[in-house]
């Protein structure tokens, strides 16, 4: 059964940086895609980067160039440092498995920007 725990939110300052982490047990993790996704209250969740097996990233308009997704096979983890960080970014993280029609989700870590 696959488990995904997700670490390293909290509260930060405008222009500040976070790096959350996801730690996958119960899957062979390299075979998988895996991704960050967000919902802020009120709104659907959406999604923030993407990292293919293969190392291919991909990532919504509103994070690019300062949001960067990375994932070490060996530790079945994948990170999102989160740079240059605005109050709009506030939200719960959520980490992702996809492949093919199987997907799960982490319960969530949550980021909150503000002075």
């Known amino acids: 059964q696959v488990q995904l725990v997700e670490s390293g939110g909290g509260l930060v300052q405008p222009g500040g940086s976070l790096r959350l982490s996801c730690a996958a047990s119960g899957i062979i993790f390299g075979i998988y895609t895996m991704g960050w996704y967000r919902q802020a209250p009120g709104e659907q969740r959406e999604l923030v980067a993407t990292i293919l097996s293969v190392g291919i990233t991909n990532y919504s308009d509103s994070v690019k160039g300062r949001f960067t997704i990375s994932r070490d096979n060996a530790k079945s983890t994948v990170y999102l440092q989160m740079n240059s960080l605005k109050p709009e970014d506030t939200a719960v993280y959520f980490c992702?498995?996809?492949?093919?029609?199987?997907?799960?989700w982490g319960q969530g870590t949550q980021v909150t920007v503000s002075s």
């Open positions: 992702n498995v996809k492949k093919g029609a199987y997907e799960s």
